[in-house]
């Protein structure tokens, strides 16, 4: 197991803390950290402002990356997934999915074109 | 940097999809990976049933689990943040915030007599 | 047009913030509000405590509503639909789509043997 | 209360679905309409397009919106909330806290110069 995840899951259980730790709890952990990272780039239109806020704010960005990862790793562990088993699943899903030459420079919104909207 | 991290980004620059991945649209592909999760676990109350369902649907929650720490990889990636380091500082916050002998059997919601809701 | 979201689009273009009010950013501003939400329900499992502690609240669920209903006004606004209009029309669709005969005390979680996973 | 949350009130007695509608998974049906409106609007950075998409795809964008609209609306009602009075009140707060000489073209994101974060 990724041995973040293995640390966060025995965090909670030494602190017998699954008990709250429903499903539906820890999306809504995830949903609250997106929110407050929202804080940090709304209402600017500008990518490049928007960028630079970002590495302004490093140590806040990283707080809430380092959150959702929490929550995340708690939701795998819930039904004994591995958050690297996940992410490696994905990555060989997504390259057979989007080769290269067929999708460079193009996104996948279908109202705008795009080919395989699931991305 | 993680090493499911660095193939996405390189997954991304292949592609020339850095041009796509403003931040706030990373946060909405969260957000849309959030609510297909729901759709796994809605309306049923008794834990133990929730926890069937996501066992039933083990190949499903998986992907989801996959796709949330893709685009959270993305967003980590657009600042230079290492996901491997954002999880083990927040799990060394917590640690210090949460000392077991305190927080064992007790949640964070402070609207029920619980310490510290930044969790 | 609903009177409420009436005065939300004066108040806007009074401050000339539709400028601001890209519809990624109204999304992103009702994740937040229903990320804050969570800090009065999480973590606990109760139904009933949940609804106690709502009741007890009341004021920042109120605001909470409020807040995502302000949102919600801006983006509908943003294309020039009425939020009366659209509520008629899923109040209408949902009565056919689940007739009460059909759908009492049953719900529509299909993983679950609910019929109609569109809920 | 308002009309349409009364009739949607109405609908979900009729069914006895209160008993499936926990504020949490209320809030999760949010979230889950956010994601799907994402789709409409992914990937695109051009404010311009994003309008134009969102205007051709109007029936799909109300349908999210009423959507949004009706779970918002049983929250409300869950703990005896008017969904209109608690749009009043937020006007008349962010008239307040808003002046528009003082907010005019400005926006409220407090990384940016912004006054007041609390939107």
Chains 1, 2, 3, 4 share one sequence.
């Not at 197991?1 to 820890?26: A, C, G, T, V």
Request: with cysteine.
């Amino acid at each position: 197991m990724n041995q973040y995840q293995e640390k966060i899951k025995k965090f909670s259980e030494e602190r017998n803390w699954n008990q709250f730790h429903n499903p539906k709890d820890l999306l809504l952990g995830i949903v609250e950290e997106v929110g407050e990272f929202r804080n940090i780039v709304k209402w600017e239109q500008d990518p490049k402002v928007i960028r630079k806020i970002m590495l302004e704010n490093i140590e806040e960005v990283k707080d809430n990356i380092g959150d959702i990862f929490w929550f995340l790793s708690l939701l795998a562990g819930s039904c004994g997934i591995d958050i690297d088993e996940a992410a490696k699943e994905v990555i060989g899903q997504n390259e057979k999915r989007f080769p290269i030459e067929k999708t460079k420079n193009k996104h996948t919104n279908t109202k705008l074109g795009g080919h395989d909207g699931k991305y």
